[in-house]
Structures are given as structure tokens and as C-alpha cells.
T-cell receptor, first 113, second 111 residues
């Protein structure tokens, strides 16, 4: 049973446009959500996070939106740049003592110059 | 990246042989994790450790064992490698909930 779902395996966007990556979760105990970015032959790196007490968190070109009622979050990248081409993983955990992250399958973003 | 290293980076082994992957950290973080990454599956937790000699199973622990005799080292052992264990293995460390630092990965091929 997949608790964190990224239903789009890939996404292509023109440089300068907005990239929107989506993530759904099923576990109501999750209250922290993160996005990690992964380049080929490297380990994932932390990008941005949001807690369930917020519905938006912004960091430069990256914004994460959380809709708790729909159990849905999205990552917006504006404007998209070729260097943003990577695999993006959505992850979640419960703040009630668990440090384990549950990851989605990832979405491969390609930003076309 | 400084602070966490995995060895070896690449390994090819034969079915039925034992294999040990090493994760070494210099950050003195309490928590260490082993994940595997496979196409169509994303990152799945194999085992994790919450202190020296304290380990527990993750989502896909069958066929794997781990040991942590020192804070800085977390070993992942495949007792008898199978082709289904061909994967890229990532180690991660954390001290604060959710804040993981990943190693660069070990690509393991079982032939």
C-alpha cells in the first residue's frame, strides 16, 4: 500500500514557464512533508518542506502548497530553469516520534531550453 | 558531499555470494538509514538505526541485515545476493526529524 503517491513519472516544461509537481498521501498521521531533488549519479538533496499547520511555504523560486483536506501537496517552480531538470521525490513523516521518511516514486522533470 | 560516504560506489557480484556495503559518517548523527532505489518504486527503506547496536526493519528488509557497532558506521549485508537485489543503495543520516543527508549511492549488480 503506497502511502505517498506521485502519479506522474515525468514532466516536460519550457524554460521560463512554471513547473508543477504533484503528490498525494493516504496516511492521516503524516504531518510533515518534504521535497527532495535528485540528479543522476548523486544522492537526493533536500529542497523544501512544509508542516501541516501551514498551507504554503516559499523559498525563492520554489513554493510548496498543502491541501490537507484533499491530502494533496504540490511543488511549484517559477521560473523553471534547465538546471532544475532532475527527479523530484515527495516525502512525508509523522512528527509523533518517527524519524522515518516515506517517499513517493518520484517525478522526472525535464526543463527544455 | 562531506559528512557521509558510501563504499564501494560500484560493485558487481555473483548470485549467492555475500556482499557488505558500508556507510560512514563524520557528523555524529544519531539516525542512519539504508534505502534502495529502483525504477517504478522510488526510494524504499530497508533498515534503519537509532543508535549504536539499535536497529530496526524497514519496508523491504527481507534478505538484508545491518550492523552498527560504532556511531559513524552502518553496514548493510546481503547474506546471499540475488538478482532482485540489483539496485542503487543509498545511505542517509539525520539528527533532526525529516532532515536527511544522503550519500552518493552504491550501484550493485548481481549477475
Amino acid at each position: 500500500d503506497q502511502q505517498v503517491k506521485q502519479n506522474s513519472p515525468s514532466l516536460s516544461v519550457q524554460e521560463g514557464r512554471i513547473s508543477i509537481l504533484n503528490c498525494d498521501y493516504t496516511n492521516s498521521m503524516f504531518d510533515y512533508f518534504l521535497w527532495y531533488k535528485k540528479y543522476p549519479a548523486e544522492g537526493p538533496t533536500f529542497l523544501i518542506s512544509i508542516s501541516s499547520i501551514k498551507d504554503k511555504n516559499e523559498d525563492g523560486r520554489f513554493t510548496v502548497f498543502l491541501n490537507k483536506s484533499a491530502k494533496h501537496l504540490s511543488l511549484h517552480i517559477v521560473p523553471s530553469q534547465p538546471g532544475d531538470s532532475a527527479v523530484y521525490f515527495c516525502a512525508a513523516y509523522s512528527g509523533a516520534g518517527s524519524y522515518q521518511l516515506t517517499f513517493g516514486k518520484g517525478t522526472k522533470l525535464s526543463v527544455i531550453p | 558531499d562531506a559528512g557521509i560516504t558510501q563504499s564501494p560506489r560500484h560493485k558487481v557480484t555473483e548470485t549467492g555470494t555475500p556482499v557488505t556495503l558500508r556507510c560512514h559518517q563524520t557528523e555524529n548523527h544519531r539516525y542512519m538509514y539504508w534505502y534502495r532505489q529502483d525504477p517504478g518504486h522510488g526510494l524504499r527503506l530497508i533498515h534503519y538505526s537509532y543508535g549504536v547496536k539499535d536497529t530496526d526493519k524497514g519496508e523491504v528488509s527481507d534478505g538484508y541485515s545491518v550492523s552498527r557497532s560504532k556511531t559513524e558506521d552502518f553496514l548493510l549485508t546481503l547474506e546471499s545476493a540475488t538478482s532482485s537485489q540489483t539496485s542503487v543503495y543509498f545511505c542517509a543520516i539525520s539528527e533532526v526529524a525529516g532532515s536527511y543527508t544522503f550519500g552518493s549511492g552504491t550501484r550493485l549488480t548481481v549477475v
